[in-house]
């Protein structure tokens, strides 16, 4: 065991050297051309932390590339110089201008950290490796450190034409599901907090670290595209390319999670996945994500969603339209709902009449929107659907017992 243990201590102590990322063999866009982050209605490149690939950070994290980019922040693959690993860097604006937001990411993934660590969604919510604040030239910028991820299931399917899960990879969004299906209440378990679950914060893991050292190999020979701007560098993002090893998917952006201890009115779903209680202002719990996973399975299976919210005068979202649609699918709802939603009067009679100024289409039920399977395949996939699709939140199966359907596990 001794001379084991003496012949492991060189390795532990090993570090990776900074590397050069000075090869001046890219190409430089013009000024006035538009990229990234700047195509960003209302874009401030002031509220940026002006990244260059090759800078370190703590003295230990190295940036290797672009990753993506949003309207709070850029996300960056670098290398962690003191662990000989790879870690995904996303840094946000400038401290000023997040406001009450800036923690708001921060303390979601402390409380997860404090939950149980043999809780079985654990390792499908992303984890945080580091927090730090780095001093930019106006201000401060929070900085979190993640171990990396491939892409989001919306960027995956969007690979397909037909934007969406072909039938030969019914067992690939199962593995996708089954996970988040768990997740869904994962996050209210170990933190209390239910989030917005949907198509671009589910990301593929990566179990192929060549990916990553692919990433920064081409990064070193042919330096990524970028413009020069009043003394700031804007490079355009490096897509990593197909893992030959899947890591499971994990739940990731909960800058928007909110306490689930407590009753909420809050919008918290894209518009398309709000629940019924939410538009209502009736009282909810975390079984909106059951609700918010059942429209995403939906959108994923069948390339459609299941409801747009369009409203026919107005030509854009609103929720009478969103309200009309859902009774289409399902049927009125029920009494007991609608007597504890703040603005159920502005949709519904006291009797329970939908009168919000628009007509409903005709009952068209699941068994006539889904199109993509047959006999008791189908019939089983209805059925998973309708357990999570219900007016009533007490009626919607729980996380546990979806994972557990036989749908799900007659394709695992």
Known sequence: MFPSLLRSLPRLRRTWKPLNFSKPTFVRIPASHKIKEETIPDYVASRYYPVRIGEIFKDRYQIVGKLGFGTSSTVWLARDMNRCRYVTLKIFIKSTSMGQQLDDELKMYQRLERGS??????????????????????????????????ESVLTFLHRNPVRRLPKPNAKLYIRVCAPVLSSSASITCLSENPISIKADNIMFGIADDSVLSDSEERELQAPCPRKELDGRIIYVSRELRM??????????????????????????????????????????????????????????????????????????????????????????????LLAQ????HKFFSDQGDFCAGIPIQGRIPLEERETTLEGQDKASFLRFMRKMLQWEPSKRSSAKELKEDEWIRSNL
């Open 243 to 336: 893992p030959k090893e899947w890591g499971a998917p994990v739940l990731c952006d909960f800058g928007t999670a909110m306490s689930g201890a407590i009753e909420h009115t809050e919008d918290i779903q894209p518009n398309i996945y709000r629940a019924p209680e939410v538009i209502l202002e009736a009282p909810w719990t975390y079984s909106v994500d059951i609700w918010n996973v059942g429209c995403m399975i939906w959108d994923i299976f069948e390339g459609e969603s299941l409801f747009t919210g369009q409203d026919p005068e107005l030509r854009t979202y609103r929720s009478r339209a969103h309200l009309a649609e859902t009774i289409s699918l399902l049927g009125p709802p029920p009494l007991s």
């Open 341 to 344: 939603g703040k603005l159920t």
């Open 117 to 150: 660590k043999s809780h079985p969604g654990r390792n499908a919510v992303r984890s945080l490796l580091d927090s730090f604040d780095v001093d930019g030239p106006d201000d401060k910028h929070r900085c979190l450190v993640h171990p990396p991820l491939w």
